[in-house]
């Protein structure tokens, strides 16, 4: 059995690598696990230094990283450079506030002394996507690192070889060679480690049926999980708002990663007043946007990432035109080799087509009418998901009454799209997951908070 990287521009075969067996899997566990026991004995001042010597091997490394991002996973060079020195950022901001993040915390009781210490767990099973192939891991093993923690990394098959590049990243920048492993393994595979004593937390970044599934597993041995899962975005553009603006943050979000994002901009609900104005804004800015080789051009979209999840999407459009939505750009599969897909455009969107139910994860937006702003609220919340959604309107202090007290999110931006950020914790609620990464709050997801009483 391998995992084949398959350039999604081309079609081509990159790469192909052999999977481990159940032995050869738990092995590696094991290994990981006995290294935890000496990096958790080191000071957070030696585990600042080794984040950024990440940070730097990442930035002089950064062409190199990105041509293989947009080779195994399609996205544009630009897009893949900027998702490397996010990586470094994350590394580095982990490396000024983590000490701080986990300093022990006094509290007042009967006793000579009492506090809240906080621990590392152990090794951590980190189950990652290809979507942000260097990102989604780093914005989890900077802090889990910096807290003490080692982690085993079980990428998406069609990114290994990211993930083998990231493993020799944090060996080159000075971790121990066992800090960090890679793990080709099978789903039935997976499961027998999750259930091993190596392993004390697993982290997911996937859908929401991936999400389940591993959640199960996990609570069946009593093991700490965070999940970050899919979406279904909503963005309030209100009768105030300023349409230029909003037509420019809800397209370049729903494009970015050629609209493989889970906090893209998905669902477009207008105000009637202005919906007119909106959707042509909307129009014109999409119809300018191109897509092609990443290595043949300098193209706004990359192809998608698999055939799979192109013909999902066309799907999804197709059923959502049957359904009463309007296809006013875009839709079609074109000719050629790779899986390529054009930005589209859908108006119109009713209530109970793929388009509003389901998360389209692609190049596609989809425009829903609401008469006003209680109604755009009533639909932006009529989701199974909750991880962000943006408001866009002048008055400030309105986009931050919905923003903090109507939307049902993890994550509410008024006047700009939704992103991730290290210094502001990420997550969503319901389908969308549960647990948050970045900031102090990912930190301290994968960490033993003890009572230490002393009398």
Request: glycine share 8%; net charge negative; with cysteine.
């Amino acid at each position: 059995m391998v995992y084949v990287s398959i350039n999604p521009a081309t079609a081509e075969v990159l790469a192909e690598y052999p999977v481990l067996s159940q032995e050869e899997a738990l092995a590696l566990v094991r290994r990981v696990h006995e290294c935890h026991q000496t990096w958790r004995t080191t000071d957070f001042s030696q585990r600042a230094q080794l984040l950024n010597n990440a940070a730097k091997k990442l930035r002089e490394n950064k062409e190199e990283f990105g041509r293989l991002m947009s080779e195994e996973m399609g996205k544009p060079l630009a897009e893949s450079a900027g998702e490397v020195e996010k990586c470094a950022w994350v590394c580095e901001y982990y490396a000024e506030q983590g000490a701080q993040f986990l300093e022990s915390q006094p509290v007042p009781t009967e006793a000579g002394r009492s506090y809240v210490s906080f621990r590392p767990l152990g090794t951590v099973l980190a189950i990652m996507p290809w979507n942000f192939p260097f990102w989604q891991v780093f914005r989890f093993a900077a802090p889990a690192m910096m807290a003490g923690n080692t982690f085993v990394l079980k990428h998406a098959p069609n990114v290994t070889g990211c993930a083998e590049a990231i493993e020799s990243l944090f060996r080159d920048a000075g971790f121990p060679a066992d800090s960090c492993r890679v793990l080709r393994a099978e789903n039935e595979v997976v499961a027998q480690v999750i259930a091993d004593d190596a392993i004390q937390a697993v982290t997911l970044t996937g859908s929401t049926r991936a999400g389940r599934a591993v959640a199960g597993l996990a609570g069946q041995a009593l093991k700490k999980v965070v999940l970050e899962l899919g979406g279904n975005d909503p963005y309030l553009v209100l009768e105030d708002a300023n349409l230029a603006l909003a037509a420019e943050k809800c397209v370049a979000s729903r494009l970015i990663n050629g609209g493989q994002s889970c906090i893209a901009a998905k669902r477009l609900i207008v105000v009637d007043a202005v919906r007119e104005a909106f959707e042509k804004r909307v129009r014109d800015l999409m119809a300018t946007k191109t897509f092609g080789n990443p290595f043949a051009g300098s193209f706004d979209l990359g192809p998608m990432a698999r055939r799979d999840l192109r013909d999902e999407l066309h799907r999804q459009v197709r059923e959502s035109v049957a359904g009463g939505a309007k296809l006013e750009l875009g839709g079609e599969i074109p000719p050629g080799n790779g899986y390529f897909y054009p930005p589209t455009l859908l108006t119109e969107v009713p209530t109970t087509v793929p388009a509003f139910r389901e998360e389209l994860f692609g190049p596609v937006a989809a425009i829903v009418p609401a008469r006003d702003e209680a109604e755009a609220i009533r639909l932006a919340n009529d989701s199974c998901f909750g991880l962000g959604g943006a408001i866009f309107t002048r008055d400030i202090e309105r986009g931050n009454r919905i923003a903090e007290k109507e939307l049902r999110a993890g994550a509410c931006f008024v006047n700009d799209f939704v992103r991730s950020d290290p210094r502001l914790p990420f997550g969503g609620i319901r389908d969308s997951g549960y647990g948050r990464e970045l900031s102090i709050f990912g930190i301290r997801e994968f960490v033993n908070v003890k009572t230490v009483y002393v009398k």
